[in-house]
């Protein structure tokens, strides 16, 4: 992974920068000690470390503008953090950048239920919020398996997403107004309480722009009910085939669970010697499959349900009858991850969407890169909106096996694009699959979003490095080659 | 001035178009139908692109929930097709035909997502942006590229389908639409309540989104708007009415209006006709219409002179900025979005936007939807942005059209 050459002139000036930035953000705001600057060196992709040249931990949205205007007029490249929990090394530090750290703006601001939304600070945790307004029963939609720990500041960043998102939306479903800072120190409002903003959907395009926009300092979120029951079925296939068609028939049924999630027999073994969830061993492929909303609507629709399955040929089905046996499902799904740690010394977590009609096939290429690469795989996928989570298990002490699987995972990436779906569902493009975005865009498609980088950030001073595979220079993109008269087109029929 | 038509049937052709206009520096009207052109602001261009000759569904799985249709494609061709599956395009596209005195049906996909058009289901199911999944088209420059993708979760990159929607065909000409279709509903229910005043009503609407029953409908018209329904059970209701909608499976519709009823009390329900008929007016702002002779009593308001404003508020603030509407000017109204959306038809002054934008301050955002063309030249037809999101709005337009040929001023001048 090649980051942009470090600017020697800049690290040169390091001393300067601190000083600048501690007459904005005072005592212990400003971190330039390199034990301190350690904690900062890699996110959730920690495959990739690199320390920053300074850290600056602001409070206040006006800190915040003097950083960025500051920075931009000493040309230094800034990194904003949330929590770090990103898994594509969207805050990957930068060794001639200062790393903007988020976690200061931790307060809720406003919770107004006649509404419906919570105003926030941007480093309150994704399940703060749903904590903050539990006590009425209403909750924050989106839920990132990292909810506990990850920023709404960062789920905006990524567009993150979750198991409830095929019925619920990602992020940008459930934002409704943001404060911004753009890199020349502009603050901006874009929305509030009411629906859409007017003029340009601004805040469609800062949502998911992985921090290369702006900096977000204030957030509004609408805020749920919460389903009045949930119930989950777990439904067991002799083939991953049969899975796959199961979901196309629940969701040609007319029914959106609230959480529809597959596994396949490695990660069903994995999470079931973790904590013995009661999985069935014997299957090719699990399905937990959801629903929540009034009993009476939850009761209809698992009879159904389980309906399908039957019709579908699956060999193993139970209905949750708990609370306790209903979260029971879960535990074995949620605990996945860790799961396969146990079985593995390492693995390398894969994230891209493909239609759902070509799960068997994509399944069973992923085999024999497998058998190819000589690692194991194990998958867990979000089944209702084909996001798949393939796991690939490797031991980064033996000389090789870390490019194999990066090499693997690569693959599996591009098979997803070839099938018709997309590099990232939900962790990011980032540095981890930013060199892969030409195998999903090609350059026209890249120009013209680096295009919309320029109207943000003319100097490409936020996030350089991450998304896009080639840093251009505005000027250089802003060049229109047609000339008068070179070109017209007799043929177009005109009335 | 003598206006040429070019009208290409591939993208190839449109981008070829656009290339053509960018070298003549001829700005482009961008139209599909044309059914919308009573929206936004006048634009006098030389030359119109016609996409209607970019028409058809070019993929359509309903399993995938997912639909992609070439931009010209007409709804009238699209919501069937969806119907047959018992899908729909969630967002609840309007049909402004009856308030522009139209005949209903013209519209197409790429206009519906280009004006961002929603209706009563935005507050649970989202906007036209949040079911524009992938774009194809032409930007200013001539280059002919793809943003988004084609499958219901997709973070790579930025979002670019976000931007098309409701940028009014200001930033880039759209080719090919992919969006996303959800089940429609087996069943729909409507809960009447009778002569509730504004806030009352809206306080009513706030309980009912704040339930846990899933309410897809949150209305209020009050009394001289509810005796323009067709739907007997409104007009007849005597007074104001306030709708809460119910819709999904039928044994979950049957529990969940029991349920409301209980709780917020009910002077009737509607049946399932009767609910698609009601939900159709306040979507389509049909009460705000001229009175086409076919379409029978009661129908519309009879006085298109009035100009119709959009006004989008936090739920809340409903009543009291309706308040100060009437109080400033001769003006109808009616909620929809739990008392977050106003619609109010205003006898034409020369400062009701200055009256609406004043009754509102920072709590929303009014558009002009209805006004004859030499109003619109001169009113700001779209809400004022604040500088910073102006000068951003007008960097972006610049990196999609830098020549300013799409739909030149169609939102803002300059833009």
């Given at each position: 992974?090649?980051?942009p ?35 900062y ?13 300074v ?40 060794a ?35 904590n ?12 990132p ?147 929540d ?26 209905v ?65 909106d ?44 980032g ?10 865009f090609?350059e ?9 980088k ?42 | ?33 044309g ?55 969630a ?67 930025y ?141 519309g ?40 959306l ?13 009256a ?35 000068a ?6 610049e ?17």
């Open positions: 992974m090649r980051m050459a470090p600017d020697d002139g800049v690290i040169a000036r390091r001393r300067e920068i601190i000083a600048a930035l501690r007459a904005i953000v005072p005592g212990e705001g400003v971190i330039a000690d390199e034990s301190e600057l350690r904690a060196e890699c996110d959730g992709l920690t495959a990739y470390r690199q320390l920053p040249m850290v600056v931990l602001p409070s206040t949205t006006e800190q915040v503008s003097w950083v960025l205007r500051t920075c931009k007029e000493m040309g230094v490249k800034v990194v904003p953090r949330g929590a770090g929990t990103s898994l594509s090394g969207g805050a990957l530090p930068l001639d950048g200062v790393l903007l750290g988020m976690g200061k703006f931790n307060r809720i601001l406003d919770i107004d239920f006649a509404n419906r939304c919570v105003v926030t600070q941007p480093g309150v945790t994704n399940l703060g919020i749903s903050a307004v539990a006590h009425e029963a209403f909750y924050y939609a989106p839920d398996s990292s909810q506990i720990a990850c920023t709404i500041g960062g789920n905006i960043a990524e567009n993150s997403g979750g198991v409830h998102c095929l019925k619920y939306g990602l992020t940008t479903n459930n934002v409704l107004g943001l404060e911004m800072v753009l890199m020349d120190g502009t603050i901006l409002r874009l929305g509030g309480k009411h629906l859409d903003a007017g003029g340009y959907d601004l805040m469609g395009i800062v949502t998911g722009s992985e921090g290369l926009l702006g900096v977000v300092t204030e957030v509004t979120v609408r805020i749920l009910k919460k389903p009045a029951t949930a119930r989950a079925v777990l439904i067991g296939f002799p083939t991953s085939e049969q899975g796959g068609d199961c979901v196309a028939a629940i969701i040609a049924a007319g029914i959106i669970p609230g959480g529809m999630e597959m596994m396949d027999r490695p990660a069903i073994h994995a999470a079931e010697d973790f904590v013995h969830a009661g999985y069935p061993l014997d299957v090719e492929a699990l399905l937990i499959v959801e629903l909303g009034p009993a009476a609507e939850v009761d209809h629709l698992i009879d159904q349900v389980a309906e399908i399955a039957r019709s579908k040929g699956c060999c193993y089905s139970r949750s009858t708990s609370e306790e046996e209903r979260l029971s499902f879960w535990a074995g799904r949620k605990a996945a991850f860790p799961a396969v740690g146990r079985i593995s010394p390492d693995y390398y977590c894969m994230d891209g969407t493909i239609p759902r009609k070509a799960l068997p096939l994509v399944l069973h290429r992923m085999q024999e890169m497998s058998d190819r690469y000589a690692l194991r795989v194990a998958n867990v996928f979000h089944a209702g084909g996001n798949l989570h393939p796991l690939i298990l490797y031991d980064a002490n033996k000389p090789g096996e870390l490019e194999r699987a990066e090499a693997f995972g690569n693959d599996i990436l591009r098979l997803c694009v070839e099938v018709g779906g997309v590099l990232t569902g939900e962790h990011g493009v540095v981890e699959k930013r060199d892969l975005m030409t195998d999903q090609d026209v498609d890249l120009d013209q979003q680096q295009r919309i320029c109207a943000f950030d003319p100097d490409g001073l936020l996030n350089p490095g991450k998304v896009f595979p080639k840093l251009h220079r505005c000027a250089e993109l802003g060049r229109v080659h047609i000339h008068k008269g070179e070109l017209r087109f007799p043929d177009i029929p005109r009335f | 001035m003598t206006v040429t038509t070019v009208k290409p049937d591939s993208a190839v052709q449109a981008a070829d178009a656009v290339r053509w206009a960018l070298s003549e520096g001829t700005p482009l009207d961008v139209a599909g139908s059914s919308k052109r009573g929206l936004g602001r006048p634009i006098q261009t030389a030359c119109t692109l016609d996409l209607s000759g970019l028409s058809g569904v070019v993929a359509y799985e309903a399993e995938e929930l997912v639909l992609t249709a070439r931009a010209g494609t007409p709804m009238a061709e699209i919501l069937p097709m969806l119907a047959e599956r018992r899908q729909q395009l967002f609840e596209p309007q049909d402004l035909g009856a308030l522009f005195g139209q005949p209903e049906g013209q519209g197409t996909l790429g206009g519906v997502i280009s004006c961002g058009l929603a209706g009563p289901r935005r507050i649970s199911a989202g906007s036209a942006r949040d079911h524009t999944l992938g774009i194809e088209g032409v930007n200013g420059r001539g280059d002919l590229y793809k943003g988004g993708g084609k499958v219901v979760k997709n973070v790579t990159g979002d670019v389908p976000k931007l098309m929607a409701g940028s009014f065909g200001t930033l880039t000409v759209l080719t090919e639409l992919t969006v996303k279709v959800l089940p429609a509903p087996e069943d729909v229910r409507t809960l009447l309540l009778a002569g509730r005043e504004d806030a009352g009503a809206v306080a009513v609407l706030t309980a009912a989104l704040q339930s846990p029953y899933d309410v897809s409908g949150a209305a209020h018209l009050p009394a001289a708007v509810a005796a323009r329904s067709h739907v007997r059970a409104v007009a007849a209701a005597g007074g104001a009415v306030t709708l809460v909608r119910v819709e999904g499976f039928g044994p979950s519709v049957t529990a969940r209006v029991a349920a409301l009823t209980e709780e917020l009390g009910a002077d009737a329900v509607l049946d399932r006709d009767e609910s698609r008929a009601v939900w159709k007016e306040v979507r389509d702002v049909a009460y705000f219409g001229p009175s086409p002779a076919s379409a029978g009593e009661g129908r308001g009879g006085d298109d002179s009035r100009h119709v404003w959009k006004i989008s508020v936090q739920p809340s603030e409903g009543p009291r900025v309706a308040e100060s509407i009437r109080w400033a000017l001769d003006a109808e109204l009616y909620f929809d979005w739990g008392g977050g106003i619609w109010a038809a205003v006898a034409p002054t020369a400062d009701s936007a200055t609406i934008r004043g009754a509102l301050g920072t709590a929303g955002h009014a558009t002009l939807v209805r006004a004859p063309e030499d109003v619109r030249i001169t009113a700001e037809v779209f809400h004022p942005l604040p500088e910073p999101v102006m951003l709005s007008r960097r972006v337009k990196s999609f059209d830098p020549c300013g040929i799409l739909n030149p001023g169609r939102m803002y001048a300059g833009v």
